[in-house]
């Protein structure tokens, strides 16, 4: 799979436990739009996802999004 098909990086112990992925600024742009259901593949699992935008913590401009781990479907 080309980089242009794919975004890696390793997820936080916080991201694991409560279900989302944080997607830095920069990197957004490979995410389809916010609350469009799309499929994430991991090694050996998938799931429907969708991008959604949730408060920064005071101070904190690093993570402006994330994604949800879900079944899509609200």
């Given at each position: 799979?080309?980089?242009k098909?794919?975004?890696?990086?390793?997820?936080?112990?916080?991201?694991?436990?409560?279900?989302f992925i944080?997607?830095?600024?920069n990197n957004?742009s490979?995410?389809?739009?916010?609350?469009?259901v799309?499929v994430?593949?991991?090694?050996d699992?998938?799931?429907?996802?969708?991008?959604?935008?949730f408060?920064?913590p005071?101070?904190?401009?690093?993570?402006p999004?994330?994604?949800?781990l879900?079944?899509?479907?609200?």
């Open positions: 799979m080309s980089s098909n794919k975004y890696s990086r390793k997820i936080s112990a916080k991201e694991a436990k409560k279900n944080f997607i830095l600024k957004l490979f995410f389809p739009p916010l609350g469009e799309f994430l593949k991991g090694d699992s998938s799931c429907e996802v969708k991008v959604e935008s408060p920064a005071a101070g904190d401009q690093i993570y999004m994330n994604i949800t879900s079944n899509g479907k609200d």
